[in-house]
Every structure is written in structure tokens, then in C-alpha cells.
T-cell receptor, first 113, second 110 residues
Framework: DGGITQSPKYLFRKEGQNVTLSCEQNLNHDAMYWYRQDPGQGLRLIYYSQIVNDFQKGDIAEGYSVSREKKESFPLTVTSAQKNPTAFYLC????????????FGDGTRLSIL | RKEVEQDPGPFNVPEGATVAFNCTYSNSASQSFFWYRQDCRKEPKLLMSVYSSGNEDGRFTAQLNRASQYISLLIRDSKLSDSATYLCVVREGTASKLTFGTGTRLQVTL
């Protein structure tokens, strides 16, 4: 089945630790995105990538890093610099083009121990 | 002013009712519009794109009013399974990034 796979589904982090969230897609989409969603709030864009080996900061990039070494993979690292990392993290992908919607993975819930 | 604004609800309606949501956007250069549905603690799923002339998909109708900068979603004959949060989503021009509203919660009851 084609789709977007995020792992793990649940992740616990100790303070001061970096953690990496995985996102893989087999839809052959060029563009990939990372969002954060906090309770009762909308999605906020962390980073996005429109092509391999290139990515741009979104609205809340501080404390996060990404890489895009392969078209199908866009991992997100939550660093110790992110002071409030507890949230629901969503990865999405899309074809490039004006009217192309984004399709989401089923998310990773990150909590601080 | 928020870039994309929605009434958070909740809208509580009986099964079989017709319900409509509006969403306003601030950037007149916005070019693409979508409605997504998000169930509790799940990922958003595309419900439908919104086209300039309006479009329908079964019980769902989407409309765009560029002059007043709002989009709407009409749900006819509501089902219990329609209970969810409906997200209004806007793309500015040819940019890749989308801007999401905070969502309108719908609860359909017996």
C-alpha cells in the first residue's frame, strides 16, 4: 500500500536528550513537511523540503533539525534546545504544484519524562 | 488577525441535520483551499479541495468567495460518523506551505 509511515507512534524523552522521529513515504512525492500540533491548537509548520538535499525552516524551526538525503525519507530531530517538545508531530508529503493537497502520516506523540 | 480563522464550535447537531461551517482567510493572494477532517488524536485527512466554482462530493459541498475571502463547507444529512474536527487549509500563491485553521468541532448526536 502507498502511504506515509511515521515511527515510533509514541516516544518518551528525558530532558537533555535528542530524539529522532522517522518519516518515510512511498508515494513518490517530491515535497515533505513536519508539523507540530498542541492540544486545542492548529498545526504549525516546523520544516519542509521540496527536493532532495534541500529544506527550509517553517514557522517554529528553533530546537529542531532535519535532513533530506533520500526522496522517500525526511527524519526530524528534536534537540535538547527545544524547551517544550511535548506535542503531536505530524509528517506530510505532497506532489509539487499549486492545487496539490498534503497527505499525512499517523503521527508521533512525544512526551518528556 | 489570524491568517486562517474558524469558529472552534462545538457544533452539536442531530443526525440528519444540515450544518455549515465558514472559514475566513486574510491573504488575498491565497490560491488553493482545502477542507481536512481530523478525528480525535488522529492525523488530518483530506476531505475535499475547494474550487473557484464550488464543488460537491456526496453530502459535502464546498464554496469559495474570493471577494469576501471566505470558504464554506456544507454537510447535508449528517451522520454520527461525521463527528470530527474540520480544518480549513489555505495555500498562498505557489508556495508549498499550507496554513491550517485551528478547526471547527462537529458533534452529531442521535
Amino acid at each position: 500500500d502507498g502511504g506515509i509511515t511515521q515511527s515510533p507512534k509514541y516516544l518518551f524523552r528525558k530532558e537533555g536528550q535528542n530524539v529522532t522521529l522517522s518519516c518515510e513515504q512511498n508515494l513518490n512525492h517530491d515535497a515533505m513537511y513536519w508539523y507540530r500540533q498542541d492540544p486545542g491548537q492548529g498545526l504549525r509548520l516546523i520544516y519542509y523540503s521540496q527536493i532532495v538535499n534541500d529544506f527550509q525552516k517553517g514557522d517554529i524551526a528553533e530546537g529542531y533539525s532535519v535532513s533530506r538525503e533520500k526522496k522517500e525519507s525526511f527524519p526530524l530531530t528534536v534537540t535538547s534546545a527545544q524547551k517544550n517538545p511535548t506535542a503531536f508531530y505530524l509528517c506530510a508529503s505532497s506532489q509539487t504544484g499549486q492545487n496539490q493537497p498534503q497527505h499525512f502520516g499517523d503521527g508521533t506523540r512525544l512526551s518528556i519524562l | 488577525r489570524k491568517e486562517v480563522e474558524q469558529d472552534p464550535g462545538p457544533f452539536n447537531v442531530p443526525e440528519g441535520a444540515t450544518v455549515a461551517f465558514n472559514c475566513t482567510y486574510s491573504n488575498s493572494a491565497s490560491q488553493s483551499f482545502f477542507w481536512y477532517r481530523q478525528d480525535c488524536r488522529k492525523e488530518p485527512k483530506l476531505l475535499m479541495s475547494v474550487y473557484s466554482s464550488g464543488n460537491e462530493d456526496g453530502r459535502f459541498t464546498a464554496q469559495l468567495n474570493r471577494a469576501s475571502q471566505y470558504i464554506s463547507l456544507l454537510i447535508r444529512d449528517s451522520k454520527l460518523s461525521d463527528s470530527a474536527t474540520y480544518l480549513c487549509v489555505v495555500r498562498e500563491g505557489t508556495a508549498s506551505k499550507l496554513t491550517f485553521g485551528t478547526g471547527t468541532r462537529l458533534q452529531v448526536t442521535l
